[in-house]
């Protein structure tokens, strides 16, 4: 799993350039993500958060503060093997009901499942259930709020806000259905600060005390967050940006988490995490070249990487290790991988 998709001019604007160095019109999302198709492609459920609302392939779009993206993206997620997406941010409305609902349309086209926003009172009252090589998971995704834009009347269901009964109360429904594994998602936290904020602390400490929850991550602060275990529980308080062009005085924006763990069925028909790993990742900024989101560690090792970039990914990967730990998750089993 990985952080926020958050499409800023940059980050089209470089997409436009593959695709025309490709003799191509439009936009070519794929070369900004090969780095790290080997690391999607090979996992069972492959989760990015899906922060902004999706335009229509026309456009217009639109930059900070009000997104519209191209939802071009979505080809380059589901070719680098992505199959599901979070999509309740606190841009979810950004565009009004219409955005929500075409971005929802857009994924179910590309064949990407999708959790948190809803297009309608029935699939808001249906968790959503993944059926994962037999297994049964549920995957829940909450947002803080919406920046101030009021929920519509006329469809309060349409955007999950964080509360932590009616998150209780949904996974006991996920279990009730038949979830084997239960997911939640939070976009929470709070922006360009890696340590868990009060709010965070107090909902991931509530939600591990449920039996019905087996995972809980997060996203929003834009840069990378600690993992622990709470009360017997895995947790990842936030994965950083998977791709964005946010300010390079804040460097961290440009480094973020892919999450893995793998469960385990246990004889009681439970399952428990086996190995946690994490994957440190940086965004090359797309003044100094074309964009690419890059699997740190193997950009380092292979010799084909501009060594002008060697530096910045030595510097990722030690700020990312730093902040995923400090909260002393390495005891716990947690270990860097590739």
Known sequence: MSGDVLLHTGVWESAEADAAAQGRPGMDFRPMFASMKPVYSDADLAICHMETPLAEPGGPFLNYPIFSAPPKVVDGLRWAGINTCTTASNHSLDQGLE????TLDTLDDEGIE???TSDSRDDARAPTILDINEISVALLNYTYGTNGIPVP?????????????QILREAQQARRDGAELVVVALHAGTEYTTAPNEQQLEVFDALTKSPDIDLVYGHHAHVPQPFDVVNGTWVAYGLGNFVAQQSTDVPDTYRGVTARFEFVEQPDGSFEVQRARFVPTMITPASGGPMRVLNAPAALRDPDTDPALLPSLRAAITSIRADVFSLGARKHGLRMGR
């Open 153 to 165: 009347s006329e469809a309060p269901w349409s955007v999950p806000i964080i509360d932590v009964d």
């Open 114 to 116: 999708h959790a948190g």
């Open 99 to 102: 955005g929500l609902m075409r």
